[in-house]
């Protein structure tokens, strides 16, 4: 497993979220160890709130991470291991994929 | 499958994204015939721009709605067939969920 199991213990809003959606291409080519690695090293930056993630059999996955601030997700979108799997994604492992920053307002849930 | 397989063509920012994310109990128990219905109701309601989802065999799913203004996501929220299934959501489908509502900010993707 790349992600955890769980639901992210966000704090109160306001903070961040980017919504990563993506098809991946068939067959592995590195794709699992890179997507354990990325969760692992964007967990260890500063103002990483948590992560949610889902992929399906058909290939669809969304990826959520949420953040403290802007300047922490563009500390993380400049991280150089990161920028090398942002190239790999384009080239090898999506077919397509979206990234939305979004502002979150307001969150509840089952507890 | 109770969603399409392909990103959301969403129109240039800003506009609202409703990320809800779950993670299911054991046994279908009406859920995949609820979340069909779900998406083809909610797809119909003014202001709805996309919807993108997915879910891993580990239960973790993790699903992004995209809407005009927070009165569209309102109004979709009151509809009494999503209550009836909000209801089922929070009594039998989830173990635990959460619901998000950010506004996107900015957007990119491969093409």
New interface residues.
């Given amino acids: ?1 790349s ?1 955890p ?4 213990r ?1 704090p109160e ?1 306001p903070y961040y ?1 980017v ?1 990563f ?3 991946r291409t068939v067959g592995d080519h590195g794709y699992d160890a890179m997507a354990a690695r990325m969760v692992e090293l964007g967990s260890s930056y500063e103002g990483f709130l948590g992560i ?13 991470s949420y953040w403290r601030d802007e300047a922490a997700i563009f500390a993380w979108k400049r991280d150089p291991e990161h920028q090398q799997a942002q190239r790999g994604g ?1 080239e090898v492992w ?1 077919a ?16």
């Fill in positions: 497993m992600h199991t769980a639901l992210a966000t809003p979220a919504v959606t993506s098809l949610e993630s889902a992929r399906g059999e058909d290939g669809m996955g969304v990826t959520v384009s999506y397509d994929y979206a990234v939305r920053v979004a502002k979150v307002e307001r969150a509840y849930g089952k507890f």
